[in-house]
């Protein structure tokens, strides 16, 4: 036993500035634990919005309105030559959305690979076709659209 110290009174060492005693900073220290890592072993994309199944509708749907518009013209007839033009327009137009949708659902693939660590190559070319492909179904469009 130390000459001077009180037997009953419990030893602290406190510092000026610092309220706390040393039993909470210990209690603080002993509730800390690492972390636990979760590793998932076959992630999926599965986006808030899909934008892939929008352009298998919009495909869907302007070749839908193509046949029908079709079938409303018969040739010979100016009336009938504008639903004509209606469906070819309707058609390629079809094309191009679905191709830039489809370019989109890659852009958010290809990020998402990027943060989860994953080789986002396969879906950059993806993208970079579909848009290539958009390109080229504009290009015709207008050549037919100005031939007209």
């Not at 220290?29 to 690492?34: E, L, R």
């Given at each position: 036993m130390?000459?001077?110290?009180?037997p009953?009174?419990?030893n602290q060492t406190?510092?000026y500035g610092?309220?706390q005693?040393?039993?909470?900073?210990?209690q603080?220290?002993?509730g800390?634990?690492p972390?636990q890592q979760i590793i998932?072993?076959?992630?999926?994309?599965?986006p808030?919005?899909?934008?892939r199944?929008?352009s298998?509708?919009?495909?869907?749907?302007g070749?839908?309105a193509?046949?029908?518009?079709?079938e409303f013209s018969?040739?010979g007839?100016?009336a009938d030559d504008?639903?004509?033009?209606?469906?070819e327009?309707?058609c390629?137009?079809?094309?191009?959305l679905?191709f830039?949708?489809?370019?989109v659902?890659?852009k958010g693939?290809?990020?998402?690979?990027?943060?989860t660590?994953?080789s986002?190559?396969?879906s950059l070319t993806?993208?970079i076709?579909?848009?290539?492909f958009?390109?080229?179904?504009?290009?015709?469009?207008?050549?037919?659209?100005?031939g007209n």
């Amino acid at each position: 036993m130390q000459p001077g110290v009180d037997p009953d009174k419990p030893n602290q060492t406190q510092f000026y500035g610092q309220t706390q005693n040393l039993n909470q900073q210990i209690q603080q220290t002993q509730g800390v634990f690492p972390q636990q890592q979760i590793i998932i072993l076959n992630p999926k994309f599965q986006p808030k919005f899909n934008f892939r199944y929008l352009s298998y509708a919009v495909f869907a749907l302007g070749v839908i309105a193509s046949i029908t518009f079709l079938e409303f013209s018969e040739p010979g007839r100016l009336a009938d030559d504008y639903w004509r033009f209606l469906s070819e327009a309707v058609c390629c137009l079809s094309i191009i959305l679905t191709f830039v949708f489809d370019a989109v659902f890659y852009k958010g693939k290809a990020d998402w690979q990027a943060t989860t660590g994953q080789s986002n190559t396969w879906s950059l070319t993806g993208m970079i076709f579909d848009i290539i492909f958009a390109c080229i179904v504009l290009f015709f469009g207008y050549m037919w659209f100005i031939g007209n």
